[in-house]
């Protein structure tokens, strides 16, 4: 959060031209909004859903720019659910997904913090009140959590648009944000940035996305491509893909990523079940 105010603030000031002192929050102001914050979200989730333990499906990707999550992914879609444990467990079913799609569980407490995580579960999960004697059955992994309402979000990978019908019947990443070029320059669509991608990088078992958002914003650019992956490229003979951010088409054989003219932006790089201590470097040439 502290290194988010102070990259917001390094980009307001190279666009007023002034110096800005960032305000940093205290570790309890930090905790008690990220609490209240999350106590909202789970909220609105459950009232969307139609109440507690009960999937809520997103149908679309969010390329708009007007999604409420900052910085969306593109690559894949969510289900999530308010669980509730107050009166006594809760079973989850997962079906066996094939595993050349991407698809994962990740469970948080009231707080946000992760209690349980897996990629392509498969078979009964029971959620379980910690301290509370609730009866488990035979072959039922058991997810204990140290509140009533533990937070369940499934992630399942869309390949590309097309994709999107294939996910209906029916993730582990890390994220790397970027907010400067190779020099350490704020990203601004007034100046033309190239960055290389390995297509096939090291230490990625799953695969990889390159998300273009608006720093203005936060999100999507609306009727612009934001997305590039293994599933809309192609790598050059060195085994790259080479991305060029800009106002207008290069047209040089690299794949352009549009950007606003004048306006900051930023890019996220997800990386699906990585080796962290291989994790690739910055994508400068």
């Not at 914050?37 to 459950?46: F, G, I, L, R």
């Not at 009166?87 to 595993?99: C, L, R, S």
């Not at 320059?185 to 290389?196: I, R």
């Not at 040089?252 to 291989?278: C, H, L, Q, S």
Request: charged fraction near 20%; glycine fraction near 6%.
């Amino acid at each position: 959060m502290k290194i988010l105010i102070m990259t917001l603030s390094l980009i307001l000031a190279s666009i007023l031209g002034a110096s800005v002192v960032p305000e940093q929050p205290t570790d309890s102001e930090f905790i008690a909004f990220k609490v209240y914050h999350h106590a909202v979200y789970m909220q609105t989730t459950a009232e969307q859903a139609g109440g507690t333990n009960k999937l809520l499906h997103t149908t679309r990707l969010p390329t708009e720019g007007t999604d409420a999550v900052v910085s969306p992914a593109l690559d894949h879609i969510y289900s999530k659910a308010i669980i509730d444990l107050t009166n006594g467990p809760v079973v989850v079913e997962f079906p066996k997904i094939d595993k050349g799609r991407y698809y994962s569980i990740h469970i948080t407490d009231q707080e946000h913090y992760t209690i349980y995580d897996e990629i392509h579960p498969v078979g009964k999960y029971v959620f379980v009140r910690k301290g509370k004697k609730m009866a488990v059955s035979e072959g039922e992994k058991v997810i204990v959590s140290p509140g009533d309402y533990p937070h369940l979000f499934i992630r399942i990978q869309v390949k590309t648009p097309d994709d999107l019908a294939n996910v209906f019947p029916i993730h582990h990443a890390y994220y790397g944000p970027y907010f400067t070029n190779c020099k350490d320059e704020v990203l601004n669509g007034s100046k033309v940035e190239v960055f290389v991608f390995a297509y096939k990088p090291k230490g990625i078992e799953l695969f990889w996305s390159v998300t273009r958002y608006s720093a203005l914003t936060r999100n999507t650019i609306a009727g612009k491509n934001d997305l590039f992956n293994a599933y809309n490229t192609t790598p050059d003979a060195n085994g790259n893909i080479t991305v060029t951010f800009s106002i207008n088409n290069p047209k040089d054989g690299t794949y352009w990523m549009p950007v606003n003219k004048d306006e900051p932006y930023y890019f996220v790089v997800r990386y699906y079940k990585p080796d962290i201590a291989k994790l690739p470097p910055k994508p400068c040439k």
